[in-house]
Every structure is written in C-alpha cells, then in structure tokens.
C-alpha cells in the first residue's frame, strides 16, 4: 500500500504546473509592435546589434519567443528553463531554511514545473511579460528615453523586477531592496 501512495505521489508531483498564457495589455502589444520595427531597423548602433545576439537580453526573448523550430529559439527555451530552475530552487530553498527572501510567492514557495508541460517556460516568461507591464505602469516613457537603450535591456532584470514586484515582500518595497533602473 506504501508504495502505491508513494507512486501516487510522485506522479503527482512531476504533473505539469497550470501556468496560464500571458493577456498582454494594449500598452504592452504596442511596445512589442515597436520594438520589433527598432530590432529590424537598419539604423542600429553596433553595440545594439550585439546585444540582440545574447540570449539574455530583451530584444532575443522579443524576437525569438515565437519562433518555435528555430535554434534561436532552442536556445531561448534552455535558458529561460534554467532561470526558472534557479530562481525556484533558490527561493524555495531560503524559505525552507528560514532565510529571508528578496521576493515572497503566496503560499510560501513556487511549485516546480515539469519538463514534460505543454510550456515549460511559461511561468518566467509570465514573469517577464510581468517586468515589463510593471514598467509600462511606472515608467511609460522608458522605451523612447536615450534614444531606446532599454529596448536592449538585461532580460534577468526584467525577471528580477517581475519576481520582486509580482510577489512583494513588503506593502512597499524598501529603497535599499529596489533594482537600480525601476520604478516602483
């Protein structure tokens, strides 16, 4: 009978976690529009056009999320799994061992997603579509500000940024806990 709960169990622990698909808001479908106009620009600086070579800047996730059968988009995928990975593994693991978080999940810790879900990915990328609504809120203008450089933003600040502001610690952040270049 023990191991019959315990197959049960472990079945039930590796199903897939029931993220949902991100409802992007008219500001953010916008944002997307344009920035896929500046990454086919010809008018891009040379540091720019590097940028969006790296998988973790904003211009890959932009360009390459919908691109499944890519490699480009292979390689998203395996890093966006791995920041999901670590990002849940490390807050998990403070709660458990009573350290104090930089972001608090209700409930007390992240569920683990399976491999084996029909998007693996989809709770980071949330997170980053997240980072950026959060932005759009606070900070409307960033995209147009020092001729569009946060077009090439770090997609890790965004996750950061989501994880911090989508599940807060705190009713408001502390000055010395907010991520240099947001808006809270």
């Not at 988009?73 to 849940?88: C, D, N, P, S, T």
């Not at 084996?116 to 959060?134: C, D, H, M, R, S």
Request: charged share 15%; hydrophobic share 40%.
């Amino acid at each position: 009978m023990k191991w019959i709960i315990g197959g049960l169990i472990s079945v039930l622990v590796s199903l897939p976690a029931m993220a949902q698909p991100w409802h992007k808001s008219p500001a953010l479908e916008q944002l997307i529009v344009k920035l896929n106009t500046r990454y086919q620009s010809d008018d891009l600086h040379s540091l720019d056009i590097k940028l969006m070579d790296q998988v973790d800047n904003l211009s890959y996730f932009i360009r390459y999320l919908d691109q499944p059968g890519t490699e480009q988009h292979a390689k998203l995928k395996a890093f966006l799994w791995g920041v999901q990975a670590a990002h849940i593994g490390s807050i998990n693991q403070q709660i458990q061992t009573n350290v104090v978080p930089w972001f608090c999940p209700a409930g007390g810790s992240l569920k683990t997603v399976s491999h084996n879900a029909k998007n693996p990915t989809e709770f980071i990328e949330n997170i980053i579509w997240y980072g950026l609504e959060q932005d759009l809120k606070f900070k409307p203008n960033r995209f147009n500000a020092y001729d569009g450089a946060a077009s090439f933003m770090s997609s890790t600040a965004l996750i950061e940024y989501g994880l911090q502001t989508k599940y807060p610690c705190y009713d408001q952040v502390p000055q010395s806990h907010r991520l240099v270049g947001f808006n809270y």
